[in-house]
């Protein structure tokens, strides 16, 4: 039953793969012999394109860690934002609590004038009447008593407003570093992508077809590894009720480019894709793979589900959401689309479950 399994998913992976080759392309070709086009300038030593292969996917793994570290800063500028706008909310509801105190004191300090000035204790000791000293000295004491507390919520409104302002300044300088990150971060994108782009543009069509077809062998072959490693033994967890709703979502996405940053509806970068669908599914999830990583719950490999999330690559610089029988879809890289591929055609470094 194991063996049945595995082969199933051997064979999931193998017909997804095919379907990005080149129609007519075998997917497991010889490995093409070093090009000419590969080569590293005139005079240099020539590269053969699985080099070329391989620093192109150092480039874009790069960008990819610049994505996810402008995807945080960007989620972090937004919740800094947010909480500058409901001080400032504060603030001003603050100062029209501070506004009324103020009001209300003036009333105060008329009516004592209305009263020719004197204070209420020398008026009341003026007084021969008992009855009237008894009740005046009642209404002295809850006097005393409501300009204490008038005086007291006066000063904690005073210091609220103060801690407001100081918090909304704290924000100002949190939401400027963050920007700054994000500047940072996307000029490191922008020249991942174009060093990586400046190699592919090298390329001839026919060489670029081989470097697709290299790609998909160097997956084929891990994916295989993987799966004989006997990782998928015993695993036949159906998804959750949440579960199943993100895999709907994540997969009616297959064909849709790939965009760094991106989170719909047209176009995803990888954690955009897993967040949406979770969050479609009815359960918020972090923004970035790598606090999807950090703050969801883990699970072991032997115990994944559909639905669950697999983290990639030792800085959790990559997401896909496991759908079965070995396989992932994911949004891969710039320049691919939406798609499945195999579960282990990269490394994993963990798996987390939202909805546990």
């Known amino acids: 039953m194991n063996r049945r399994r595995c082969a199933t998913a051997a064979i999931t992976l193998v017909c997804a793969l095919t379907v990005l080759a080149s129609p007519g392309q075998a997917f497991a070709a010889p490995e093409p012999p070093p090009s000419a ?7 240099g030593p020539k590269k053969s394109l699985e080099q070329v292969r391989l620093e192109i996917d150092a480039l874009y793994r790069k960008a990819g860690a610049a994505t996810d570290a402008y995807n945080l800063a960007e989620e972090q500028a937004d919740k800094q934002s947010a909480e500058i706008v409901r001080l400032a909310q504060e603030t001003v509801e603050g100062q029209a609590r501070i506004d009324r105190l103020k009001d209300q004191a003036g009333a105060a300090a008329r009516a004592q004038y209305r009263g020719g000035g004197l204070p ?8 021969d ?3 009237l000293f008894l009740d005046g ?9 409501a300009t204490k507390d008038l005086l007291g919520e006066l000063a904690r409104t005073q210091a609220d407003l103060a801690a407001y302002t100081k918090d909304a300044s704290a924000q100002w300088r949190k939401l400027e570093a963050n920007r700054v990150k994000q500047a940072a971060a996307k000029k490191e994108i922008n020249t991942q992508l174009a060093a990586a782009k400046k190699l592919e543009d090298k ?3 026919e060489e670029l077809a081989r470097l697709l077809q290299l790609e998909q062998q160097a997956e084929y072959k891990a994916q295989t590894a993987w799966l004989s490693s006997g990782a998928l033994k015993d695993i036949s967890r159906s998804a959750g009720p949440q579960g199943k709703k993100a895999l709907q979502f994540a997969t009616a996405q297959i064909g849709k480019p790939y965009v760094w940053g991106a989170e719909g ?4 970068d990888c954690s955009g ?10 359960k918020g999830i972090p923004r970035t793979s790598q606090e999807q990583w950090r703050l969801l719950p883990r699970i072991e490999i032997k115990d994944m589900r559909p639905g669950d999330l697999i983290i990639y690559h030792a800085d959790a610089s990559h997401v896909g959401m496991y759908i079965g029988d070995g396989a992932i879809v994911h949004a891969p890289r710039p320049g691919r689309n939406v798609t499945i591929a195999g579960a282990g055609s990269m490394a994993i470094l963990g798996v987390v479950r939202p909805d546990k």
């Open 129 to 131: 009447d008992p009855q």
């Open 137 to 145: 000295a009642g209404r002295i004491q809850q006097g005393h008593k």
């Open 203 to 205: 390329l001839q069509k």
């Open 265 to 268: 509806p047209g176009s995803y």
């Open 37 to 43: 086009g590969a080569g590293t300038g005139a005079g």
């Open 120 to 127: 209420p204790e020398a008026q009341l000791v003026l007084t």
């Open 273 to 282: 894709l897993t967040s949406k669908a979770w969050s479609a599914a009815g």
